[in-house]
């Protein structure tokens, strides 16, 4: 059986990823996704409304690990586009 993958669509969303599992560890985070009710995506939010827990602010969320960021970025960017704002 294949290992159940969080979608991780932009760099918010995988800082969200990060922090989860920290915050449960991911085997019990990548179990929760299995149980995304419906058609919903396992996106960060919905792995987390499983979970029964509430994603931080994004300014609460961890750094991307600098294998995780785009060549050459230097740090993580805001929905604003800026770097380390």
């Known amino acids: 059986m294949d ?29 929760a996704i299995a149980r995304i009710p419906g058609k919903r995506r396992a996106y960060p939010l919905n792995i987390a409304r499983v979970l ?18 785009p060549p050459g970025e230097k740090g993580d960017r805001c929905s604003r586009n800026c770097v380390n704002c």
């Open 52 to 69: 029964g827990i509430e994603l931080p602010p994004p300014e609460e969320l961890p750094r991307l690990p600098e294998k995780w960021r």
């Open 3 to 31: 290992r159940p993958e969080p979608e991780l669509t932009n760099d918010r969303a995988k800082r969200e990823w990060l922090w989860l599992c920290r915050k449960v560890g991911e085997k019990r985070a990548r179990a």
